[in-house]
């Protein structure tokens, strides 16, 4: 089983460059920050992405 992981930086990013990148490993969305890599990643499965994207465009 291949466990790399491809990372994409989001779409949006705030003024000072801080960004978060997404990936897939699974069956589950993965997240982390840009400017701190190694600090962790959320995994949410995919409703849950979902529903959190639609929140965020959302307002």
Do not use: H, Y
């Not at 089983?1 to 069956?27: H, K, Y």
């Amino acid at each position: 089983m291949n466990n790399q992981v491809t990372w994409r930086v989001s779409s949006f990013c705030a003024p000072n460059n801080d960004c978060i990148e997404v990936g897939r490993a699974l069956q589950q969305a993965l997240i982390r920050d840009t400017k701190n890599r190694a600090g962790g990643r959320l995994a949410l499965d995919a409703r849950t992405f979902t529903t959190f994207v639609r929140s965020i465009k959302e307002g």
